[in-house]
């Protein structure tokens, strides 16, 4: 993408939110953490705190209330102080819950490295082996281990720990497999590492956080197992302390001593919903979409905020007419523009360019032309668009969105991405017709076929059912183009719309676009960064630096005689097809200050 | 003095093989008998457009493919021996710079890092002398020398790309292979590449086999140039030759593809 956040200046204040406020700023998340602090804090100080031996009976004193003498929360059946045993059942419970997730995390992630990197025949054992784990019920898998190991708390955790490492495999496979076809693994390799080297060293950073997330959302999962095995007897032994084993002990009480099983069982509530609401936050705090804005989703309409309107001006004669557009994006609590003072005029028939380099802004400003710019952390903060005379940015949301592919279309980089691809074509080409038209389902895929003739795809008939990937990149950029044409809009705004085509198609793609624009007078706006493109194609050009135009002129004029120096450098810098090495030699005295 | 790469016969096919149930699943012939050759301090280009099988020949010379047939000499080395002799004979012999240079950097690693592996594992470096070599390698690459305390998201796609040539040259192989090396930057910055590349070139006496869909781009560097079409190499030529008299039709159809700056003044004087 080349969204123009690069570019802006470095002056203003853009500092992220640190991962802290970010997590904090989760109220959920931060009440989490509290509970969690506290009950950790108790845990791990039971030790020195001034309660009574959680193991002491004296069945002369059993099962007393809540907040008798001596004992705030009662006793249970042998007479032992259940604030005490709580205290140190939460230790128990926590440490097992924390030592069996470090188990499922490490074999976990290992299972899940080897097969995502090695695929294969190494892949399918070793998945298929994860796959017969998770075919068993937990439990009754638990048991089974505990089963053959005998009961005990240690066993206990070997069991959950065994439970949940497919939880780990998975993940970490999913991660790996994206990961090992990676350009720097191939570049790690080239570099003479060995594949272990490579797994350890640079996979294993990048799926990092991947396992943080998901042990902080299983943690509390464990814990409950945990509290489960126990809670059947088959966890902590008599007479030591965990939460489980005490809720299974109060059961038979439940009914004349309630408080030897709710409290427990209350903790466990506790101490697992703390973990949850926390992890939850962790994962949001980590995952590197949220970190960009701030913890909202962004929308898809843009939020206006504009601080300077230009007035409507008598007779406007041009279709498309911008005027001091200005569109910033958030970025931590700065709002930092991203273009500035952005002015041209579109006519009727006419082909406009906007040329400019990555991070230059020229995709951001044909989004706000229409409001597409994502927001949050997109605003359109001055300036308006007027198509035939009216600002779009003083219509309803729902009045922008009648514009759109109506009056003015988009026709995109990469067809693929923009293309669902579990539908046909077809379909989308008639979706397309149908968000803006009331006509029936198969006249509207009449029309649909009508287009892709138009467009230049031969066999249209059989074609309109074919799915995107199973068309040429040429014949799915053709279908973009069919699916802009879908309402006879009077403006088409093509954004690269052949950059990621190759040469011989892009003439053919250009020659198509040139052709209807004669034929239907359709006014074109072509953002590009080929000099070649505009040259082949556009009436009028503006360059664009830095979120500003620095150039606007005909095309013919800016290309033969540039009058600001940037647009000569970047003219410069474009080899021409004959030119041959003399290329370099006439480029280098551009770059010769470059030099340290 | 022996050519830097000979290829004989190259041929590569993806898919093709027999499942349990002996029925043979769907191959791709990337490459079909491919032969060239690249001479000692020349820059070879190869031409083609997606699905051509030219990354393909790249990667196999570099050893991250296998040849399913034909026989690749580097260096006066045969490819399968330098292949059993593991992957560090391979990379001190011929190395390859990718076509997106962020992505070929590990994003969790510093430049110091990236650049310790090639000195260390292939040169066998101490500590000392990779100092100063990477001191040398940024300072040929044209890079500040803070450049190695920071993360590869730190820099431009330009700057990111003279820091993966810095690598490259880190091994001290003779040949390199650039696949597209400069396509993914912005034209001024590919410029300066090229630029940069030029130079290293007579200044290590390296040996290019330059990867390219741009004709304009391959012109101004190569020597000769090779087009691919379809898995084949229809035609191979000096570059003066093949851009003024292309012989194949092919080839023609590409030129005349090509978008030009003079058009403009073709179309409305």
Known sequence: MTQALATTPQTVSTARLSSWSLLLNNRLAAAGLLVLAVIGLIALLAPWLPIPNPNATLPANRLQPVLSEGHLLGTDHLGRDILARLIWGTRVSIAVGLSATAIAALIGSVIGLVSGYARGVTDNILMRGIDMLMAFPYILLALAIVAVLGPGLLNALYAIAIVNIPFFARNVRGVTVGLASREFVDAARLSGKSHAAILFTEVLPNVLPVIVITMSTTVGWMILETAGLSFLGLGAQPPQSDLGSMLGEGRRLLFNAPHVSIIPGLMIFALVMSINLLGDGVRDVLDPRLRAGDLTRPQAVTRFDRRTQPPQPSGARDILEVESLETSFQRGRATVPAVRNISFTLGKGECFGLIGESGSGKSVTALSLLGLVASPPGIITGGTVRIEGEDVFSRSETGIRALRGAKVAYVFQDPLTTLHPLYRVGEQIAEAILAHKRIGKTEARARAIALMEKVGIRDANERVDAFPHEMSGGQRQRIGIAMALANDPDIIIADEPTTALDVTVQAKILDLLQDLRRERGLALLLITHDFGVVAQMCDRVAVMKDGEIVECGRTADVLRAPRHEYTRKLIACVPELGQGKAFLESVRPLFAEVKP | ?269
């Not at chain 2, 050519?3 to 791709?28: E, Y």
């Not at chain 2, 570099?62 to 990379?91: C, H, N, W, Y």
């Not at chain 2, 890092?113 to 070599?133: C, E, F, M, Q």
């Open chain 2, 1 to 269: 003095m022996s050519d830097a790469i000979v290829v004989t016969n190259l041929r590569k096919t993806f898919g093709g093989r027999r499942n349990i149930l002996g029925s043979a699943s769907h191959s791709v012939h990337a490459v079909k008998g491919v032969s060239f050759a690249l001479r000692q301090g020349e820059t070879l280009a190869i031409v083609g457009e997606s699905g051509s099988g030219k990354s393909t020949i790249a990667r196999m010379l570099v050893g991250l493919e296998t040849p399913s047939s034909g026989t690749m000499e580097i260096d006066g080395q045969d490819a399968a021996t330098l292949r059993a002799r593991g992957s560090k004979a391979f990379g001190r012999t011929i190395q390859y710079v990718f076509q997106d240079p962020v992505a070929s950097l590990n994003p969790r690693k510093t430049i110091d890092k990236i650049l310790d592996v090639p000195l260390r594992l292939l040169r066998n470096y101490d500590g000392s002398t990779r100092a100063a070599r990477k001191r040398e390698l940024l300072d040929a690459v044209k890079m500040p020398k803070d450049t190695l305390e920071r993360y590869p998201h730190e820099f431009s796609g330009g700057q990111a790309q003279r820091i993966a040539i810095a690598r490259a040259l880190a091994a001290e192989a003779k040949i390199m292979v650039l696949d597209e090396p400069v396509s993914a930057l912005d034209v001024s910055v590919q410029a300066q590449v090229l630029l940069l590349l030029d130079e290293l070139k007579s200044r290590f006496g390296l040996s290019y086999l330059f990867i390219s869909h741009d004709l304009a781009v391959v012109e101004s560097v190569s020597d000769r140039v090779a087009v691919m079409y379809l898995g084949e190499m229809v035609e191979l030529d000096t570059a003066a030759n093949l851009f003024a008299a292309p012989r194949h039709d092919y080839t023609r159809e590409l030129i005349a593809s090509a978008p030009r700056l003079n058009a403009a003044s073709l179309q409305d004087p």
